[in-house]
């Protein structure tokens, strides 16, 4: 199954996309990535929300995601 990638309102969202240690049903993420600020170059925001049939996913699966960034 392959999945496809679009930029809406600055997210990159991805569909149908299976990341195994956050669910093994295919789901839609979206991502935003930002600099904090000028000052702070070094520190990036990321923004990632995670959604399943046109819903919000469960707290477990955003907190699967959180610590798949860690």
Do not use: C, Q, W
Request: charged share 30%; net charge positive; aromatic share 8%.
């Amino acid at each position: 199954m392959g999945y496809k990638i679009k930029s809406t309102k600055g997210f990159l969202v991805i569909s149908n996309a299976v990341i195994g240690s956050v669910s093994n049903k295919p789901l839609e993420y979206a991502f935003k990535v930002e600099r904090k600020s000028r000052k702070e170059k070094d520190i990036t925001l990321l923004s990632a929300v995670i959604n399943e049939n046109e819903e919000n996913a469960t707290a477990d699966n955003s907190e699967k995601l959180k610590k798949f960034f860690i």
